[in-house]
């Protein structure tokens, strides 16, 4: 049989090892996509949105920048919508051909992320109208930073991810400094350091996967 030299079979045993690797690294990258698109647009996110809401409402009331009230939130959730979506869309694509045990874990996954949102507007819908203005603000913005930090915990510890644990953890820490640190004070916090880790963290990773 006439075989072409793209189907002939490897000349030597170094050649198929070759060939091996080069098999193992393409499957590799579909099934691990680029680690930025995970943390680029949610670093972005907060970096812009908490920190137009720092610029907006500063603390003691302080207004840096007159911008209307309205716009800070407004950008803040349209990035985080964008964010989510690419996010949504790159782990789809990556891990829609996995299935079995791995599959059942990230859908699990998924959902606590749902159902911990869910469970966490009920609660700030009931509370928040009883605190005055700056601190519902900081009510909204501290659970919501919160819980992201302590599912990157979860995330971290499932699939013995060193990096997400640490990122869970750093911005735990930096929840509990800036809500200690009172409103507006804790928008800059977010926006400079989780913002910023979150950048960090996709830039690292890539690097290291390269």
Known sequence: MDL????APPADAASALR???EQQARAARQLNPDPRLFHWPWGVAWLVGFGLLFLRFGPDGRVFVDLPRWLPLTVL?????????????AGARAYGQVSGESSRRGGWYG??????????MAVNLKVAGLLPEDLQ????????????GVLHLAGGAIWLDRDMFLLGAWILVL???GTLAGAGWHSLVIAIGG??????TGTVARLRRS
């Open 111 to 120: 959902s606590a992320w749902f159902l911990g949102y869910a469970s966490l």
């Open 195 to 200: 913002g910023g880790g979150l950048l960090v």
């Open 4 to 7: 072409s030299n793209a189907d």
């Open 137 to 148: 603000g900081l009510l909204w913005s501290a659970t919501a930073v919160g819980l992201t």
């Open 175 to 177: 929840n509990i400094a």
């Open 77 to 89: 959730f349209v990035l985080l919508a964008l964010a989510g979506t690419i996010s949504s869309v």
């Open 19 to 21: 060939l091996i690797e």
